[in-house]
């Protein structure tokens, strides 16, 4: 066993880390990057299909829940998504909008991670792979010890990740140390994750899995508009993956499954049609799904057969369907962690802990989590940039 002193240790090598890990070497620190797993970047390369949505066009504070909305506004304002594009030009990736201003590389995630890895090279920073950290102490410095070699070091950043995907190497270590200092961790939850209804629900839709429409979802006073995707477990798609951040036990989602559009006034328009109702709305659904609908909700006869109270009800199924999910399909299935070290612990400019000087946390660690669409890379580059100017 050998004992290493750096300036700043840094532990996971996720997207987080990574940043944090270039920036600080850049200073001239001496800087490890402390992996328990067997590479690096292990999210990056499934993310986004393979083809890592690494940012947004229009990440703003508003596309994160936090306990403290102002907290991610310092690091996303001094690290935007223009500086990591004119990185990944740098490195001639090839990248594209796909939609909403979500930036995609046109071929593969394993070129950011290639990128990144360089920028660690570059930057003289040291990789340090399969390694697990079994107990960390402060004194005049940090004393990181792992199951190989000691660490010691002035600076110690937490980039662990949260707990979503544990299968990919997550784990809480970042809450232990948080405890370990007294630091207060919010409480956490899967986020952008799959929800899941009951048998009554799943006896009727679940044989709708693979369908999918485009829906306001509303939960909480919060609202996505995007697809909604019938899985065979509930209910899946981005409009649901973006509220189940919001959502909570017991809680149920409105559904608008025509939004921008006065159900009733069309149907007022129609009342002599002799088109039964499951066609005439076929206009506007695949017809897989909404004859499954209305046999569910509605006595299915010609619209000319319906009384104005009924039409009335008609468009308020439509327009307001209340679903109550039993739950979430966890942190197996979640892209990320809701909730974590509370912003009250930490500078919001250099992500340094206010009680234990010296201790930084960034990235998914963070009670900061971003709405689907490279919003949480965009957290993870602007906070392990924000701590690399000063661990
Ligand atoms: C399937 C999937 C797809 C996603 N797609 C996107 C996307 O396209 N766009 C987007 O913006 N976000 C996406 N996300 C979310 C994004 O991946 C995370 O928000 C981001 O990776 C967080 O970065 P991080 O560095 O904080 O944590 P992570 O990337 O999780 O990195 C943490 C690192 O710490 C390591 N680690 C954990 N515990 C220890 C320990 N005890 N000792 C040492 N090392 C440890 C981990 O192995 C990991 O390498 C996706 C997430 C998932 C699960």
Redesign the pocket.
Known sequence: MSTAKKDVII???????LMCAIEAGKRGRSVAL????EK?????L???GGR????NLYSNPQNFLSQNGHFCKSALSRFTPADFIRLIEKHGIAYHEKKLGQLFCDKSAREVVAMLQKECRAAGVEIVLN???SEIQKGQEFRIQTVRDLFTSDSLVI????L??PK????D?AYQIARQFKLTVTPTAPGLVPLVCDQKFLSVFGALSGISVDAEVLCNGVSFRENILFTHRGLSGPAILQISSYWKAGDSVEINLLPNTDLYSILKTNALSRMKLDNFLAQFFSKRFIEKFCETFFEVKPIYQYVDKDLKKIANAIHHWRVTPIGTEGYDK???TCGGIDTNELSSKTMESKKVPGLYY????VDVT?HL????????WAS?FAAGQYA
Request: aromatic share 6%.
């Open positions: 532990i996971g090598a996720g997207a987080a880390g402390l992996e328990h797993a690096i970047g292990k999210k990056i499934i993310s986004g890592c949505n690494f940012t390694c697990n950290v980039a662990s990740g949260g979503s995907i990919m190497g997550a784990t270590i979640a892209e990320v960034i990235g998914e660690a971003g669409g490279g919003h949480n890379f965009q957290w993870a392990g």
